[in-house]
């Protein structure tokens, strides 16, 4: 167990700390890499990992296109400035409706395209907005939050939703009929505590005529108005697919693409730039990392997460639920929630109690927001707004997250009862 755990600590640590600029994809890589090579894992394991993780990433990829080209044509920024609009110059209001609308960018465009595109428009609103430093951090911060915490809904609103449903051949549909209610739930209550932490921070009244029309954020009128025609013809897609067993890449990254050609038919965006800028890196990420955590299952901690978990299904439900969507939120917040969710799914795989294999998602989900390196998304978030000059320290994160996850985290288990 010592060199695998080695292995992996040493590339986690790198992929947190990126030295002298090595990207997170050619970190995780090289550690598998070394896995290989000092026999942690083999080749067999490695087609086992491509077999878990491949739709996964490919719909990742999509999802992520196809964001940045509606971010591209105004859309996220004509949603931002609506949302702004709305409230009517209520700070109170504001606050709720970016959460609102962080939900549902996490919810249908993933976590991690809530995190990378949403956060710098929002950034730049509370600039024209001229907001001090104090009410910035606090719409930051809950808008972080919830790019995870809503993440529930739909298979793609999340790598772990992807990778767990097709581990255990959870449908398009009945993954939808299980979340949904945790999602609204975890909606709820994420804005409620949320609220409670930060509303010292949210001014009464903000001055929304400093912000233009939001009319005026679109690139490309017909195309903007054809894209939501486009979500909707996606999203029943999704369903129809699952009807006959199809891979959920196949619509993610297909949509992505023949949206990608109707806009550069449009001449609203330059596919060249579009497919240089996607986040490739994730990829080599996702592969690199769910390797190297093969060799942590290899040494036997999937056998020891299995007596667990075969203990805790042995008790009352609530007991199960609770304590598997604890388990899985602690081992994501120490040790990153992909490589977790892997895990987990293995450790569940003989359980036969779906309830938990629910609360393992959501403490995947949700339990990364305790540390600053619980997930993709949120080292993301972090370094792009870093980018932007706006730096929070790894203690201040993690005591934010540990005041408002817990909680939060509790009572949306409590909905899958």
Known sequence: MLLPFSIFLVT????????????????????????????????NDVVDVFDIIWDATLAFIGIIIFSMILDKIGFFEYCALKMAKLSGGSGRKMFFYSIILGALVSALFANDGAALILTPILLAKMNILRLNTKT????????????????????????????????????????????????????????????????????????????????????????FNFSWFFIALLLCSYFIGDAYHLPISLFALGGALIFLLIAAFARAIKPKEIIKDAPWQVVWFSLGLYIVVYGLKNAGLTDYLSEVLLYLNTQS?????????????????????????????????????????YANIIGCNLGTKMTPFGSLATLLWLHTLEKKGIKINYYSYTKFGLLVTPIVLLVVLLSLL
């Open 12 to 43: 986690l640590i790198l992929i947190i700390t990126q030295p002298r600029g090595f990207q997170i994809g050619t970190i995780a890589i090289s550690g598998a890499i070394v896995a290989f090579l000092f026999g942690v894992v083999n080749f």
């Open 136 to 223: 910035i951090l606090a719409f930051l911060l809950a808008g972080g939050f919830i790019s995870d915490s809503a993440s529930l809904p739909f298979v793609f609103s999340n790598l772990t939703n992807i990778v767990t449903a097709n581990y255990f051949n959870i449908g398009f549909g009945t993954f939808f009929a299980n979340m949904i209610f945790p999602f609204f739930i975890s909606t709820l209550i994420s804005m409620l505590i949320l609220w409670i932490v930060l509303r010292k921070d949210i001014p009464l009244h903000v001055d929304i005529t400093l912000l233009k029309n939001p009319k005026d954020a679109i690139k490309h009128k017909g195309l």
């Open 317 to 357: 439900q609530l007991v199960a639920v609770v304590g598997t969507g604890f388990l899985a939120a602690i081992l994501s917040a120490v040790m990153n929630n992909m490589p977790t969710i892997m895990i987990m799914d293995i450790a569940l795989k003989d359980i036969g109690n779906d309830a938990m294999i």
